[in-house]
């Protein structure tokens, strides 16, 4: 699996460690079947960059958390029969966005970048939550993975 994690952020995050990003995406690939050959990129942006992003493919104003680029439109595998090898696509985080919501979620700003990755890698899989059954399901899947990840940690 080649997972590629970058801090262009200049945001200084106390206890971030890129190689941990990469592990939670590995776990997370690998729980979903994903063909070990496949490609990812996280990357950790300024909220001028997340702002124009946002901005340039949602036409909505202001920075976001997380953004997600497919590229293959990979979809999980199943048990015994594993998605083809392809590019998953980019992440893009915004950890200046993360930190405020980290502290009204409670935790620290690692871990909602933690969470904000495996979302945007569910994403990147095809996983949605505009309708409240998708919500109900993508969330569910979010949630049982990073436990299981940050208890294995």
């Not at 950790?44 to 702002?51: E, K, Q, R």
């Not at 990979?74 to 980290?102: F, M, N």
Request: net charge negative.
């Amino acid at each position: 699996m080649s997972i590629e994690v970058n801090n262009e952020s200049g945001y200084a995050v106390e206890g971030l460690d890129e190689a941990e990003f990469a592990a939670l995406a590995r776990f997370v690939l690998d729980a979903l079947h994903v063909h070990p050959l496949s490609e990812l990129s996280i990357l950790f942006v300024d909220a001028g960059v997340m702002a124009d992003l946002h901005v340039r493919w949602m036409d909505e104003p202001g920075p976001t958390d997380v953004m997600s680029f497919p590229m293959d439109e990979l979809r999980p595998g199943r048990e015994g029969e594993v998605t083809p090898p392809g590019t998953l696509g980019d992440i893009v985080l915004c950890p200046e966005v993360a930190a405020k919501q980290a502290v009204v979620a409670g935790h620290s700003t690692v871990e909602e970048m933690l969470l904000l990755t495996a979302h945007g890698i569910l994403h990147l899989l095809g996983y949605d939550h505009a309708e409240p059954e998708e919500e109900r399901e993508m969330f569910g899947l979010q949630r049982r993975l990073l436990l299981t990840f940050l208890a294995g940690r």
